[in-house]
Each structure stands twice: as structure tokens, then as C-alpha cells.
Nanobody, 117 residues
Framework: QVQLVESGGGLVQPGGSLRLSCAAS????????MSWYRQAPGKERELVAT????????NYADSVKGRFTISRDNGKNTVYLRMNSLKSEDTAVYYC??????????WGQGTQVTVSL
């Protein structure tokens, strides 16, 4: 049974930091690229960051470049999103996705991140 379980969300003040984790099971984690997406109320889901299967390549949305860092530990079947200098516009539900090619993808259930005073 494939599972992706996100954790680490919460309430943080502007300028603060959080680290999200996504623990994977039920598939060969090291063969899948991983992404973080987010969806704010009333908005479409947007891609935040992607990391290749072995961690050698990363990509970021322009809105988070220089503030967010995606990483992975294939020994722990976990992908992370370190978020620094958080802004109110980063408030969203954050989802992780594992994918291989264009036809195989798995999603987590999401974790809420709220940036507010």
C-alpha cells in the first residue's frame, strides 16, 4: 500500500521557518522524483519544488527561490522542504508528490502551513 505522509506544518510568524517532512512507503522511493506543491484557499495547486530521484537535481518556483530548500534522504524514504523567511503568501496546504515518468504519481494528504502574526 502506497503512502505519503506529510508532517511539520503549523502556525509561524512572518520571517520564521518551518521544515516539512514527507515519509514514503509502499514503493521504491529512490526510483521516484519528488515534488512539493501547495494550494492556498481559492487558488489552484501550484508546484513549489522538485528533486530528482537521487537528489542530484532540484527546481524551484520563482516565488520561493532563495528561501525554500528541498532535500531527500533515500535511506529514510523521506523528502523535506525547509522553508525560511516565510511570508503570509506562503500560507497554504502543502502536499508532497512522488512520480516516475508521466503516468505514475502518488500524493500525500497535505499539511497546513499558516504564516501570520
Amino acid at each position: 500500500q502506497v503512502q505519503l505522509v506529510e508532517s511539520g506544518g503549523g502556525l509561524v510568524q512572518p520571517g520564521g521557518s518551518l521544515r516539512l517532512s514527507c515519509a514514503a512507503s509502499g514503493f521504491t522511493f529512490s526510483q521516484y522524483a519528488m515534488s512539493w506543491y501547495r494550494q492556498a484557499p481559492g487558488k489552484e495547486r501550484e508546484l513549489v519544488a522538485t528533486i530528482s530521484s537521487l537528489g542530484g537535481g532540484t527546481n524551484y518556483a520563482d516565488s520561493v527561490k532563495g528561501r525554500f530548500t528541498i532535500s531527500r534522504d533515500n535511506g529514510k524514504n523521506t523528502v523535506y522542504l525547509r522553508m525560511n523567511s516565510l511570508k503570509s503568501e506562503d500560507t497554504a496546504v502543502y502536499y508532497c508528490k512522488g512520480f516516475r515518468g508521466r503516468t505514475i504519481e502518488y500524493w500525500g494528504q497535505g499539511t497546513q502551513v499558516t504564516v501570520s502574526l
